[in-house]
């Protein structure tokens, strides 16, 4: 797989009109994730359009609820063929098995992924916010485990966690990794971060990587950049 094939780009954008904008500067973008807020205004039409321009979907929507809807929801999302669909493993390994007997069910295509904990969280929110007794990397770890259990085909995780999670749940298991920030860029509100090439190294198979290329003036420079940020 070549570098840039491993670069997710968020279109976190208001409006489908936005969402096209963005993809036309950006042509060599091959794989765009979709989450709550486009989602919820644009609905399936985002999703019609990246596959009329041939672009891998991750369809992030992050689900959490109990058994029966995630299955259905899951059932439903699946339906649009897209390649990445995301759910929270702190909804229990029950439900995590609902989803992955509903992928089984349909026979479907759509690789399954559990957050373990989202990247704007750190250890001492995690313990002090959430009263979770575990220290962090253990807990997303304990939640990949969980993932892998109950089915899935892969977590996400922050780079930081990703070479432990890669040792225990081997090869096959699929990581993908936010907080993922260029040499050039700001943090912002991600707290547990790594740069391109050191979330490769760590383990990642795929880097989504949003307000160091959309969030620039021009786009397209600051996604060659990190393209060969990564290879050199």
């Known amino acids: 797989m070549l570098p840039q094939e491993r670069i997710i780009v968020p279109l976190d954008v208001p409006d489908l009109e936005s969402a096209i904008a963005l993809v036309e500067k ?29 672009k891998r979907i991750f369809l992030d929507l992050k689900f959490h609820d109990i058994p029966n809807t995630i299955a259905g929801a899951c059932r439903s999302a699946m339906g649009y063929d897209v390649d990445l669909l995301t759910l929270h493993a702190t909804a229990g ?37 959430l009263k979770v007794p575990l220290e962090l ?33 081997g090869d096959n298991f699929w990581l993908v990794c936010p907080g993922v920030r260029p040499s050039f860029s700001q943090t912002g509100d991600q707290k547990r971060v790594m740069t391109p090439k050191e979330a490769i190294q760590a383990g990642a198979d795929y880097l989504v990587i949003g ?22």
């Open 26 to 54: 950006l042509p060599d973008v091959t794989f765009w994730k979709v989450g709550l807020e486009l989602f919820v205004s644009a609905g399936t039409s985002i999703l019609d359009y990246l596959k009329e321009q041939e």
């Open 93 to 129: 390994k029950q439900a995590l098995e609902a989803a992955a007997d509903a992928k089984k069910s349909l026979n479907a295509s759509t690789k399954l992924v559990a957050v373990t904990l989202l990247t704007s969280i750190n250890a001492r929110e995690l313990a002090l916010e």
């Open 137 to 169: 990397p253990e807990y997303a770890l304990q939640m990949a485990v969980l993932a892998q259990e109950a089915g899935l085909d892969g977590a996400v995780c922050s780079p930081q966690e990703a070479s432990e999670l890669r040792r225990v749940c």
């Open 211 to 232: 307000r160091p290329i959309t969030g620039v003036e021009n786009p397209e420079m600051a996604w060659q950049q990190i393209c060969q940020e990564m290879v050199n």
